[in-house]
């Protein structure tokens, strides 16, 4: 027998016309690519949001057709994915980060129609135009007084393409399991893949995430996503902030720690959500102009793995970190560290202890670590397996591919080795490719790295296994020192020891300027891997 509630479907549109209704004055502020700092609110986004999808519409753009987005987190970016899926359409988050081949790659493998690019990206646009020819027209995400001169197909300025309309618009009804968004993974091996996100993947996850353990939005709220728009649907910010009305203040492309500090002090941000680099660049500046967040009760941090020293940095600023996990397939996130009733009154390094794995599942995730047969292992916080998951907001297939990638309990492989505890933390050990293995025993890269940058002269660490004839593999530490400092090797290996178990003690470390890093910012360790492919280690 079915239920006789009605069937209302789980639908983007239905979180904007909420934001609009319940908290349409609430503000949406922006540190504007223009420069100046500006502000709409719900209502007037929705009421621009309509325009978009009107005026795509009016370009032929039509139900499940998919329209580029090339941009940071701005107004206009909100309006464009609100717009673009009003009307039935996909929004596709470029990362402009990407190498220009591969920008050009993904357009076409997501036949997109339509580009929507800040006037910062129009030369890269137009180096690669010629490659484009799924693209029909280009829509610069600024006014008409700052529109560059520009060769791209039927370029407008966004304010004159929804200019011509009025916005007299009805959203789309569509099924709520429509395609909504799509991400391509960085691909740092082999072609990007498509992760496409439904309308219900979307809803379902920003409602989880919106929730008191994870990103514990409000009203009264204002969050601040330092992460980007193009980075994994912003970790549900765009969806969560408006269906609890929370106050969305969008950084533009100013990411460095000055820019934020002010952003934060000035709209009073209560929760600011980065990966690791952004919060160290934050940390510096903090430090230099001996300056204190006033309003920041909660700092989700997530991507890469948070060093100790990160956590314990903010945590004495009175700064609770919530430590997060995800991946791209996961719409992004897969578990959150908020403490647990039975956790939450320890105090010192046994809370720190605890803030450093990575959180446990929001309902709509389930998760399980499996031995080298696919067995199940025991969540104790010592057995480690792959990782895999299930859930609402979880990739079940890739756009345009046929591979299947889920196992017989419908689960994904996330690549991720990890313990989960009796509590339901999980610890992430490393991706399964990264792992170092010595003399038939694990190591892991992330805990050696982690605990390399709590070395006061040390910014940046790697660790990458180098063959060993006695062992198979040996720990290299890489280091970028902070400006100024000159760390020794010996006092770095000095300052881990007795940390660790010796065995995991790197064979030798060695000292560069930068490091290889991805896309979304992570480090490259495959093309770390190449840049020491004839390193030899002193005992070997
Ligand atoms: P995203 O684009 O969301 O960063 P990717 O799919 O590029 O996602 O990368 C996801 C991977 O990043 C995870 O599989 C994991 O290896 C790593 N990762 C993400 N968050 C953390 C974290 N808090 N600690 C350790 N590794 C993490």
Request: some cysteine.
């Amino acid at each position: 027998m079915l239920g006789l509630m009605q069937d209302w479907p789980l639908l983007i549109s239905k979180i904007i016309d909420y934001g609009a209704c319940q908290h349409g004055s609430r503000e949406v502020v922006t540190r504007s690519l223009e420069g100046p700092v500006h502000r709409t609110d719900y209502a007037a986004i929705r009421a621009r949001a309509l325009r978009v999808a009107q005026r795509l519409q009016r370009d032929g753009i039509a139900p499940g057709d998919r329209v580029a987005t090339l941009a940071w987190n701005t107004w206009r970016h909100l309006e464009a994915w609100y717009g673009i899926t009003g009307a039935g359409a996909i929004y596709h988050t470029v990362n402009p980060r990407l190498f220009p081949e591969q920008i050009a790659w993904i357009i076409n493998h997501a036949q997109d129609r339509m580009v929507l690019a800040d006037a910062s990206f129009v030369a890269l646009l137009e180096a690669l135009a010629d490659k484009l020819g799924c693209v029909e027209r280009y829509v610069v995400l600024t006014d008409g007084a700052h529109m560059p001169a520009t060769r791209l197909r039927n370029a407008v300025s966004f304010e004159d393409w929804i200019g011509e309309v009025d916005g007299d618009f009805r959203w789309l009804d569509l099924d709520e399991r429509s395609a909504a968004g799509l991400c391509y993974t960085s691909g740092t091996t082999g072609h990007p893949k498509g992760v496409l996100y439904s309308h219900r993947s979307n809803v379902l996850h920003s409602m989880a995430m919106a929730a008191p353990d994870a990103l514990g939005l409000a009203s009264r709220s204002a969050i601040l996503p330092v992460v980007p728009m193009f980075h994994a649907n912003s970790w549900s910010i765009a969806f969560s902030a408006p269906m609890t009305g929370a106050k969305l203040v969008l950084p533009g492309a100013r990411l460095d720690g000055a820019a934020i500090f002010e952003l934060i002090e000035t709209e009073g941000v209560t929760c600011a959500a980065g990966v690791p680099t952004v919060w160290a660049m934050l940390l510096r500046y903090l430090d230099e102009a001996r300056a204190r967040p006033s309003s920041l009760q909660r700092l989700i941090v997530g991507g890469a793995a948070a060093p100790r020293s990160m956590i314990e940095q903010f945590e004495r600023l009175g700064i609770e970190v919530f430590h997060a996990w995800g991946m791209t397939e996961m719409s992004p996130v897969g578990s959150i560290g908020s403490l647990k009733p039975a956790l939450g009154a320890l105090e010192g390094d046994a809370r720190i202890d605890v803030k450093c794995k990575q959180g446990f599942a929001p309902f709509s995730v389930e998760m399980k670590i499996t031995g080298e047969q696919g067995e199940r292992l025991p969540w104790d916080g010592k057995s480690y397996g792959r990782l895999k998951v299930a859930g609402a907001a979880v990739a079940r297939a890739y756009f345009r591919d046929a591979t299947p990638i889920l196992d017989d309990e419908g689960y994904f492989d996330t690549g991720d080795v990890a313990t989960i505890d009796a509590n339901g933390y999980v610890q992430i050990t490393d991706r399964s490719k990264d792992m170092i293995k010595s003399g038939g025993e694990w190591i892991s890269s992330i805990e050696l790295e982690n605990l390399a940058v709590g070395h006061p002269d040390v910014a940046e660490a790697a660790v990458i296994g180098i063959a060993h004839p006695k062992w198979g593999e040996r720990p290299l530490l890489v280091v970028v020192p902070k400006p100024d400092c000159r760390p020794r090797p010996e006092a770095i290996l000095a300052f881990m020891s007795g940390k660790i178990a010796h065995w995991w003690l790197p064979d030798a470390v060695s000292i560069v300027s930068e490091l290889p890093h991805t896309a979304t910012g992570k480090l490259n360790k495959v093309k770390l891997r190449e840049l020491f492919r004839e390193q030899r280690l002193p005992a070997a």
